[in-house]
């Protein structure tokens, strides 16, 4: 049985919502260089810190945030509470260096909670182990105990804060372990605690654990996976709830001026991806100084969301389905004894030949339309005849299959060219495929 059945039930709408949006925003965006400015550009912390004393974004609305969000097709959001940078955006007590203590005088997590919640996407927050304004951080226990010990007790309250003055929180996104780990900070019993406070959410697998066999005897085999995986700009499968963070543009995380979008093309085939090899997608918009949702992200992000309202069923709550050679075209998401062929490309040929077909199909039509398409099956081999030389989509053309049974595949649809038998291989070469 695939990891895909072994969900524990609380994290199956993690499993079935494919798609979310991750919010990078702080004062860095203030800078328009990214959220790493402070650090990349080797900034004097006191220079930057009256700037973000001083920042004080007043169009931002998060109603309109989740407006936009809701119309993309995004199923839940997470928002950094606190980057690396050390501002908070939340009324916190550890220290004055917030959203509600300085100039906007406001508490944006709240602000952003409620706004995500009333729309019933799920609540998300991200939250940076690291914080440059805390060197005692990274000397760490052995190079500077006592300071070490304050910085726990900060990281602590702050995580406590969070868990405790925003209602329900679903999803958890930490940052940032980076030179610590998991024995030093504690993690195993922070995210003990986490748990007794949020008994329902979902923690990623950013907690600094070595994975070596003493952390594995102490935490009894607790390992540095939390509850799903996280790629990094980029897709990797793994047999486990995983999730590809992704930015919308080419490079930054935060706002970054006349930073380049990757097109709506470009990120819906990665979530498509995603999602035919078993995973999720977050998404990235890095909000502008004045709180505002760049327009280069929204149109993107909306032009997307018209797809999914046609063709969503192929995304939400699908399995992985890449069964067949189709990769030549695009992917393949299955949903009981539906397969959903997602094309990226149109190659204009009438007919589709889909090999390694092991179970029986029934019909095939195009979603959206709905028209019927003729198919032939013989043994392992099935054909769709009747394609239109033009795409029926401007974006990806979806073509929905419905089978005897939930659809399987051969051994070299399983296998491919880089696995298995190489006699399989040499017989095939022969012409003489068994
Ligand atoms: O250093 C951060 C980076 O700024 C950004 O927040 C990403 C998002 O996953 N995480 C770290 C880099 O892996």
């Known amino acids: 049985m695939s990891f895909y059945m072994k969900v524990p039930e609380k994290f199956r709408w993690f499993r079935d919502a494919k798609y979310g949006v991750f919010i990078h925003w702080?004062?860095?965006?203030?800078?328009?260089?990214?959220?790493?400015?402070?650090?990349?550009?080797?900034?004097?912390?006191?220079?930057?810190?009256?700037?973000?004393?001083?920042?004080?974004?007043?169009?931002?609305?998060?109603?309109?945030?989740?407006?936009?969000?809701?119309r993309s097709g995004f199923k839940y959001a997470c928002l950094t509470t606190r980057h690396h940078d050390g501002y908070c955006l939340w009324d916190t007590k550890t220290t004055d260096y917030n959203s509600v203590c300085q100039a906007p005088g406001r508490d944006f997590v709240a602000e952003y909670t409620q706004a995500i919640r009333k729309r019933g996407l799920k609540v998300g927050l991200y939250y940076s182990w690291c914080d440059w304004r805390k060197p005692e951080?990274?000397?760490?226990?052995?190079?500077?105990?006592?300071?070490?010990?304050?910085?726990?007790?900060?990281?602590?309250?702050?995580?406590?804060?969070?868990?405790?003055q925003y209602g329900k929180i679903d999803y958890l996104f930490f940052d940032g372990t980076w030179p610590r780990y998991a024995d030093e900070i504690g993690t195993v019993e922070i995210v003990e605690e986490i748990r007794k406070l949020q008994p329902g959410i979902i923690i990623n697998n950013r907690l600094g654990?070595?994975?070596?066999?003493?952390?594995?005897?102490?935490?009894?085999?607790?390992?540095?996976?939390?509850?799903?995986?996280?790629?990094?700009?980029?897709?990797?499968?793994?047999?486990?709830?995983?999730?590809?963070?992704?930015?919308?543009?080419?490079?930054?995380?935060?706002?970054?001026?006349?930073?380049?979008?990757?097109?709506s093309a470009e990120i819906l085939k990665l979530l498509c991806e995603c999602v035919s090899k078993g995973g999720n997608m977050i998404l990235n918009v890095g909000p502008k100084p004045d709180g505002t949702l760049p327009d280069e992200f929204v149109s993107r992000s909306l032009r997307i969301g018209k797809w999914l309202d046609t063709y969503g069923e192929a995304?939400?709550?699908?399995?992985?389905?890449?069964?067949?050679?189709?990769?030549?075209?695009?992917?393949?998401?299955?949903?009981?004894?539906?397969?959903?062929?997602?094309?990226?490309?149109?190659?204009?040929?009438?007919?589709?030949?889909?090999?390694?077909?092991?179970?029986?199909?029934?019909?095939?039509?195009?979603?959206?339309?709905?028209?019927?398409?003729?198919?032939?099956?013989?043994?392992?081999?099935?054909?769709?005849?009747?394609?239109?030389?033009?795409?029926?989509?401007?974006?990806?053309?979806?073509?929905?299959?419905?089978?005897?049974?939930?659809?399987?595949?051969?051994?070299?649809?399983?296998?491919?060219?880089?696995?298995?038998?190489?006699?399989?291989?040499?017989?095939?070469?022969?012409?003489?495929?068994?």
């Not at 959220?35 to 004097?44: A, G, K, N, P, T």
């Not at 299955?334 to 019909?363: H, Q």
Request: hydrophobic fraction near 30%.
């Open 26 to 70: 702080g004062a860095y965006s203030l800078f328009e260089r990214g959220e790493q400015v402070l650090f990349r550009e080797h900034m004097d912390q006191r220079e930057y810190e009256e700037k973000a004393r001083a920042w004080n974004p007043a169009k931002f609305d998060a109603d309109e945030w989740a407006d936009v969000f809701v």
């Open 137 to 164: 951080y990274y000397e760490g226990p052995e190079g500077n105990p006592q300071g070490w010990e304050c910085v726990k007790t900060y990281i602590r309250r702050q995580i406590n804060e969070l868990m405790t």
């Open 209 to 263: 654990y070595r994975g070596n066999q003493e952390e594995i005897d102490k935490f009894g085999g607790l390992s540095d996976e939390g509850d799903f995986g996280t790629p990094e700009q980029n897709v990797f499968p793994q047999d486990k709830l995983w999730e590809s963070c992704q930015t919308a543009t080419w490079r930054w995380w935060g706002y970054t001026k006349n930073e380049r979008y990757k097109s």
């Open 315 to 434: 995304v939400y709550g699908a399995e992985d389905g890449d069964l067949t050679e189709f990769a030549t075209c695009g992917y393949q998401t299955i949903k009981g004894s539906t397969m959903y062929l997602i094309f990226n490309i149109w190659n204009g040929c009438s007919t589709l030949r889909l090999p390694d077909m092991a179970s029986e199909a029934v019909s095939a039509q195009f979603m959206g339309s709905g028209k019927e398409l003729p198919i032939e099956q013989k043994g392992n081999v099935l054909w769709i005849r009747e394609l239109p030389k033009e795409p029926q989509e401007e974006l990806f053309p979806v073509i929905k299959l419905e089978f005897k049974e939930k659809p399987r595949t051969t051994v070299w649809g399983a296998q491919r060219q880089w696995q298995g038998d190489p006699q399989r291989f040499a017989d095939w070469a022969r012409g003489q495929e068994k």
